[in-house]
């Protein structure tokens, strides 16, 4: 799996290419994140109601994000998992991703190497993360076609979808 850390290092690996390309996008950067910032605002809207499944995401106080994706995390009184949730959306052509690399103390390069590291508290939160939680993407090409239908499959595999 890509989100699973076996060494310690960097990942510089930026082609000159990835560079013209991030280059020329910058003149499209605000429509960027007004378009991310829009389909987020779509998604939180539809799925609201949804609530007593998931917990939704928040912007942190004072903060204005440019979301990358719409993370979702199961609550923990949910009948299902996250893997059967994102499998039903993969088969309807929906992408999901992890949550990057979740709890890192438990990705290998921690477990399997003799470093040093301190834990501040439990990380109860984190294993939480690291367990019930993805994203949807929101893409600035994204339409509302393309928005409702993850909502509406996210519904259907809830047994809500009509």
Known sequence: HKYVYS???YNLKITDMQAACGLAQLDRLEQFIEARNKN???LYQRLAPLSEYFILPQATENSKPSWFGFPLSLKETVHFNRED???FLDQEKIGTRLVFAGNVIKQPYFTETNINYR???TLTNTDKVMSNSFWVGLYPGLTDAHLSKTCDK???FLGLGF
């Open 119 to 121: 834990i501040a508290g």
């Open 85 to 87: 949730l994102m499998r």
């Open 7 to 9: 060494h310690c290092g």
């Open 154 to 156: 996210i519904e259907e």
């Open 40 to 42: 987020f605002d779509f």
